[in-house]
């Protein structure tokens, strides 16, 4: 169904005689209502399907943080990508925990700043509702060092943001003027809170997105937080009892098409076709974190066999092991310390790792050497080679 404008557009000063105008959108629900079809209202149930098999994944997996940790790590690298970083997911690893930085120190720093901000934000729904307080609070976070850090972290901005070109008049698209911004947030915030309309979760959580994007509320962050509000809103209402739903990926596979739908959403009111590019993008999300879950557990458990029949040395080498599995890349020094075991002890137990084929010896020095549970992060790192 094509509405038209989902919006209205107002002139903005400008100079040279050069014509710019910026778009307000209208509150939502969309107006006239979603046509929700036969075949959406098939991919609404396919998809909550799936999110409910990811849920009930995590109740039976052996140690669901551990699993969380890294996954987590893979979110923040592949949304910091969509924003043009070129850190891996080793990178982060090797940043987090050794303090080293294979790519410009910003990038690496953007991606831990949206690991923090990610945290922060799960932490704080469990005392707060979701809501614009809350956003500011995690964005506050998000630009707290590196890049960015310079563009009001925290705030709303006050002056006026555009998407694409050099200047408001060549841009792609115009977010609303700063002095329209409480309206426009104040009225999906009610939204998210089923004012004026209770509006199923996936429903909300498509809409909420394009709304939040077309607002674009910050000077910077807005595509990252935009899509944290996402997974916040599948875990404030329940659906994911921990938050294992990242659509980074999906979005980063058919990012022409995601940026498409979204201006086709403004300028046509096109909000079924968005509706199905979400809700096929939920789907199929779910079921990659579940089928990446399974092959960790099951790397795990397999390696965990080998470790245990090599006899008396087993002890620290499951040790080390464990750890690992939440950072798949580690030095001595490191493991050592996190362990409570010796230098020589810890050496020992990668020694035996090593062997086994669990883990690879990265640098090749005698010293200061790094660790790396290869065929793990091999499972992590699909789909998080750094954008070109």
């Known amino acids: 169904m094509k509405r038209g404008l989902t919006g209205y557009y107002t002139p903005l000063p400008s100079g040279g005689g050069e014509t710019a105008r910026a778009f307000i959108p209208k509150p939502l629900p969309p107006e006239p209502p979603l046509k929700l079809d036969v075949e959406i209202q098939h991919l609404v149930e396919k998809a909550m399907l799936a999110l409910g098999r990811l849920d009930g994944l995590a109740t039976v997996l052996p140690e669901p943080a551990i699993f969380i940790y890294s996954y987590v790590r893979k979110e923040a690298v592949l949304s910091s990508q969509i924003e043009g970083t070129q850190s891996s997911l080793s990178d982060l690893l090797l940043f987090e925990k050794e303090g080293l930085a294979g790519v410009p120190l910003d990038d690496v720093q953007e991606v831990s700043n949206y690991v923090a901000a990610m945290n922060y934000g799960l932490e704080r729904l469990k005392e707060l509702p979701l809501s614009f307080r809350l956003l500011k609070e995690i964005h506050k976070v998000l630009l707290a060092k590196g890049r960015g850090n310079e563009k009001e ?52 959580a498509a809409l909420a997105h394009v709304q939040f994007e077309t607002i674009h509320p910050f000077l910077d962050g807005n595509g990252r937080l935009g899509r944290l509000l996402i997974t916040f809103l599948f875990c404030a209402e329940g659906t994911l009892r921990e938050p294992l739903l990242y659509l980074s990926l999906y979005f980063k596979q058919h990012r022409q098409q995601y940026y498409d739908l979204l201006q086709a959403v403004r300028l046509n009111g096109d909000w079924e076709a968005w509706l199905r590019f979400f809700l096929k993008g939920v789907e199929e999300t779910a079921n990659q974190a579940a089928q990446t879950a399974r092959s960790l557990m099951q790397l795990a458990a397999a390696d965990e066999k080998r470790i245990q029949a090599i006899g008396k040395a087993a002890g620290s080498a499951l040790r080390v092991h464990r750890l690992l599995q ?40 005698n010293y200061g050497r790094l660790y790396a549970y290869a065929e793990y992060l091999k499972i992590l790192n699909e789909g998080t080679e750094p954008m070109r």
């Open 153 to 204: 972290p925290g705030e709303f901005r006050r002056s006026q943001n555009w998407v694409g070109g050099s200047r408001p008049g060549n841009a792609i698209f115009v977010p609303p003027p700063p002095d329209q911004l409480g309206e426009c947030l104040g009225a999906l915030e009610k939204f998210l809170h089923n004012d004026p309309v209770k509006t199923p979760l996936l429903i909300k």
């Open 326 to 365: 939440t950072q798949p890349i580690i030095s001595v020094a490191t493991a050592s310390k996190e362990l409570s075991l010796s230098p020589p002890t810890t050496t020992a137990a990668l020694g035996h790792l090593q062997k086994l084929g669990i883990v690879n010896e990265t640098t090749g020095r």
